[in-house]
């Protein structure tokens, strides 16, 4: 069974960058479409990011031109650039497979986006 482990999240200023990381257990992952996932406080979880085995990428309007979604397939690794945060952008961060979530979900990793 593949696991996920997220990490790269932090407190950070509005306008502030972060950098998160979302290592698989396994190569397997490899043949998946990945996504990104966030959920704040009081809302259901939702799809920001999504990457194809191939490295064509899609995002949601609300991040669209400040996140970048990559991945290293060498490295079984997603990575989701963040620039120009907001405050709506704090949440949990999670990654897993899209359309259909493949894998046991990760403990995610917490960014606040607060001055």
């Known amino acids: 069974q593949v696991q996920l482990v997220e990490s790269g999240g932090d407190l950070v200023q509005p306008g502030g960058s972060l950098r998160l990381s979302c290592a698989a257990s396994?190569?397997?992952?490899?043949?998946?479409?990945m996504g990104w996932y966030r959920q704040a406080p009081g809302k259901q979880r939702e799809l920001v990011a999504r990457?194809?085995?191939?490295?064509?990428?899609n995002y949601a309007d609300s991040v669209k031109g400040r996140f970048t979604i990559s991945r290293d397939n060498a490295k079984n690794t997603v990575y989701l650039q963040m620039n120009s945060l907001k405050s709506e952008d704090t949440a949990v961060y999670y990654c897993?497979?899209?359309?259909?979530?493949?894998?046991?979900w990760g403990q995610g990793t917490q960014v606040t986006v607060s001055s």
């Open positions: 990457i194809t085995s191939g490295g064509s990428t």
């Open positions: 897993n497979a899209f359309p259909s979530v493949r894998f046991n």
């Open positions: 396994g190569s397997i992952f490899r043949i998946y479409t």
